[in-house]
């Protein structure tokens, strides 16, 4: 095995950090753990406690993204509706062409800006 002084990517460092991260908490966890049974707690009420607190802590971030979800599809539907809201008719829509009138920006056959006077 060889070993580097450069540490590899900034994922081989991601990995690396996430693995330490795991380890460290599995490590507080045992300790909670053992905290427990020294207090006089059985050691599957200990760990039933721990998964209890997981499963807790789960259903809080779970119930958080719901909301955070959905206040974002609340926020699409808005934008959708505000976007929506003034239907335009392709008769309607003003564009650029050549009219009765010469090239300008016509709305149905009607001529909307000022146009060159000295076009004429």
Do not use: C
């Not at 059985?42 to 259903?59: D, E, F, Q, Y």
């Not at 008719?89 to 709305?107: H, I, N």
Request: aromatic share 10%; net charge neutral; proline share 2%.
């Amino acid at each position: 095995m060889a070993t580097h002084a450069h540490s590899g990517s900034w994922v081989h460092r991601l990995g690396r950090g996430a693995g330490r991260t795991w380890g460290g908490y599995l490590r507080r966890e045992q300790r909670a753990a053992g905290w427990l049974v020294g207090r006089g707690v059985p050691t599957s009420a200990a760990r039933a406690l721990l998964w209890i607190a997981k499963l807790v802590v789960l259903g809080v971030l779970l119930y958080a993204a719901f909301w955070l979800a959905l206040l974002l599809l609340l926020a699409m539907v808005l934008v959708w509706a505000v976007d929506n809201a003034v239907p335009e008719d392709d008769d309607e829509k003003a564009e650029w062409r050549m009219g009765l009138s010469g090239y300008g920006l016509y709305r149905g056959e009607t001529r909307i800006d000022l146009g060159d006077p000295d076009d004429d």
